[in-house]
């Protein structure tokens, strides 16, 4: 088996926006994610979010183009208004026929 390099695209945002965000990356051609409750501090202390319910971090696994469509589709639609980290690395997966 070979593994192949695909980009694994992490979020974390306000809960607020979990059902939101999903739907977007679904559309944009996300076959699959992982959701998991955070909580944390960055730039601008703690969230204020925070006290009202857990942040997410949302994964999922795709194609360069995907990812990068994902990407700009968060920046327009949430960095501005909302507490949203977004990034994408490079990884290398078994079966990434399953992924994009």
């Not at 360069?64 to 589709?73: P, Y």
């Not at 327009?76 to 909302?82: E, I």
């Amino acid at each position: 088996m070979q593994p192949t390099t695909i980009a694994l695209v992490t979020i974390i945002a306000e809960g607020v926006l979990r059902d939101r965000i999903v739907e977007a990356i679904s559309a944009l051609g996300a076959r699959g994610y992982t959701i998991v409750e955070v909580h944390g501090r960055g730039a601008r202390g703690v969230s204020e979010q925070f006290w009202y319910g857990a942040q997410v971090r949302i994964e999922t696994l795709v194609s360069a183009d995907t990812a990068d469509a994902i990407l700009d589709h968060l920046q327009a639609n949430y960095f501005a208004d909302y507490s949203v980290v977004a990034y994408a690395s490079d990884v290398r997966v078994a079966r990434p026929e399953k992924y994009v």
